[in-house]
């Protein structure tokens, strides 16, 4: 599988800064057509000569690039390759097809209903509750929590690459960290769907090393299109060491994640 490198997103994100961020957070979008899909135009060298069309069902979620060429009601989309047996749950670090969707089928995950936020008395989770319906009594709303703790990464096995950055701990790439672990290094310990009749903990390779997660509401939201398609994102670490994520949650379940660096 093909990762995307530092300067594929450096030289996304300053050509397309003035299109994504002056609207939304993240370059993220969801299929949202009443119609529960919209196709994607698969394009091979002229991005006019269409060589396939993938139905991206209600809830899949995508990469925004940039306006498609010459067109006003199409955008330029990237998208993970899905396996023919899905799994109950994959992280993506790389997004390896690309295509058109119509505006009209789709939205930007941070301009939807978003969930009110607040913090645990302790300082130490996030809460995010959907009030979006006043007449839901509080009790039954449904919440998302994430749980962010001391991380003991320090006592975890550790390797590094040739220039010295620590790139997995426990055998899994790690995120937000660079040559050393610095003090006061926090990870995501939990994250947890609470909804009337269903509800999970998140499985933990859809948590694992994911290190100084943000405590700031202006980085990190939940929004959702019904209370089957929910979708948290984050913008975690700093500097050299940022990186952004987003997950999806289907019926009170993670069943994907979106997460690549994309350095300050």
Not at 37 to 46: F, I, L, N, P, S
Not at 91 to 109: F, P, W
Not at 119 to 128: A, H, P, T, V, Y
Request: net charge positive.
């Amino acid at each position: 599988m093909k990762f995307f490198n530092k300067a594929f997103f450096l030289s996304v994100f300053i050509f397309c800064s003035c299109l994504i961020f002056a609207q939304n957070k993240v370059p993220f979008g969801v299929v949202k057509a009443e119609e529960g899909y919209a196709m994607v135009r698969v394009h091979k060298e002229d991005y006019r000569k269409i060589v396939d069309k993938i139905r991206m069902r209600k809830g899949d979620v995508f990469f925004y690039v940039k306006p498609a060429p010459g067109e006003t009601d199409w955008i330029w989309i990237k998208y993970p390759e899905k396996e023919e047996i899905p799994k109950p749950f994959v992280r993506y670090d790389s997004l390896t097809k690309e295509g058109m969707v119509n505006k009209e089928r789709i939205a930007y995950v941070d301009q939807l209903p978003k969930f009110t936020p607040s913090k645990s008395k302790n300082g130490k989770s996030l809460i995010f509750t959907d009030d979006t319906n006043q007449k839901i009594p509080t009790n039954e709303r449904t919440k998302v929590i994430i749980d962010i703790y001391p991380s003991n990464a320090s006592y975890r096995k550790q390797e590094k690459d040739s220039e010295g950055n620590i790139i997995k701990i426990d055998k899994v790439k790690t995120w937000g960290i660079g040559k050393e672990l610095p003090e006061g290094l926090t990870e995501i310990k939990s994250i947890r769907v609470q909804q009337p009749g269903r509800g999970s903990v998140f499985v933990r390779e859809a948590i694992k090393n994911m290190f100084q997660p943000t405590m700031d509401f202006d980085k990190v939201a939940v929004s959702s299109i019904d209370k089957d398609h929910i979708f948290l994102y984050m913008i975690n670490g700093s500097g050299e060491h940022r990186y952004t994520t987003l997950w999806t949650i289907k019926e009170g379940k993670v069943i994907s994640q979106i997460i690549f660096s994309n350095p300050e």
